[in-house]
């Protein structure tokens, strides 16, 4: 049997990599000579830079970069085989990063993203992956483009201050200093957000208000994207606050789209085209994916429906596994997925339940029943 293992992480729990192993570790007692292949997949938000370099025998870098409110932190980013950086905006600029009472987009900075890719280019990379997903801001990316060099002006000729703050004072926008390698460097976003920069459903009004923005902030920052997108058009002239996309990670995705040139792309087709996932999916004989909760949502394009729609391209059968099922879940069997099975096994509580050494066990001995069932009917 040769089953390809291609499971989310279960967030807050256990890694892709993880899940995978638990699960291989349960079809091996079933099956010892069973060849389990593990594919780590994200959607390019946290666990990305893993998936990645897991996936294709990249290496993990540090570096000192600004966190939202710009205290200093270490964080991590990847560089694959072939010099390519694969960045998480999150690992510096992301909501986990703060605390609830610490969340104010007025404030909250992209610098420590465009800190990480600065450390990157300092490595000698000029091909980028970078999954926005997971942010604390709503700057526009204007804080990314400062630590890039590029001049984000007042009316003095003075760099604005941070976050959506700083927009309202923008004047003039200058590549005068930006970092020159820019111009040698390609950019590939991994995102799965459609909604534009500006409007009701722009990222002020759609998802300002988890990052601490109050209701009376909203349409005063939209305000502001809105006249920094039209600054924009002296830099770009296509520069629209309407293309979609453009309202990922708080504006950060405008900013990439017009002043760095990226191109945009769903999360986990980026990922699963990089690791060869589809390949492999076509050699096997069953396909095994999952994430920490399978719902409604999970058919709108999230990893494990992805993988699902590449297996049924090729005919084959897909097993998921999951912490948690919820409302909605039918759309999973609509979609591809043939059977789910949530993994928790006895009553427990929810720090129980994500516990790394519980998550991993209880994976794996359900894994075990599911083949175990299977070897039944395949003899």
Known sequence: MKAVIAMDSFKGSISSVEAGNAAADGIRRVFPDADTIIKPVADGGEGTVEALISGLNGRSC????????????????????????????????????????????????????????????????????????????????????QALGFGMLDEKGQQVVSGARGLSRLAEITDANAVPELRECSFKVACDVTNPLCGENGCSAVFAPQKGAKAEQIPVMDGY???????????????????????????????????????????????????GLEAAIADADIVITGEGCLDGQTAMGKAPAGIARIAKK?????????????????????????????????????????????????LADTAEQVFRTIKLFSK
């Open 225 to 275: 994207l809105r006249d920094f997108a039209e600054l924009t058009k002296s830099y770009a002239p296509a520069a629209s606050p309407d293309t979609p996309g453009t309202g990922a990670a708080g504006g950060l995705g405008f900013a990439l789209m017009y002043y760095l040139n990226a191109a945009f792309e769903p999360g986990v087709d980026l990922i699963m085209r990089e690791t």
């Open 62 to 145: 540090e570096a000192e970069v600004s966190d939202p409110l710009g205290r200093k932190i270490t964080a991590k980013y990847g560089i694959l085989p072939d010099n390519t950086a694969v960045i998480e905006m999150a690992a510096a600029s992301g909501l986990t990063l703060l605390s609830p009472s610490e969340r104010d987009p007025m404030s909250a900075t992209t610098y420590g993203t465009g800190e990480l890719t600065l450390s990157a280019i300092r490595n000698g990379c000029r091909n980028f992956m970078i999954g926005i997903g997971g942010s604390a801001t709503n700057d526009g990316g204007i804080g990314c483009l």
């Open 314 to 362: 090729y005919g084959k059968p897909v097993i998921a596994f999951s912490g948690a099922v919820k409302s909605g879940e039918c759309l999973c069997g609509q979609n591809g997925i043939d059977a789910y099975f949530p993994i928790l096994r006895e009553i427990s509580t929810l720090e129980q339940a994500m516990d790394k050494a519980n998550a991993y066990r209880n």
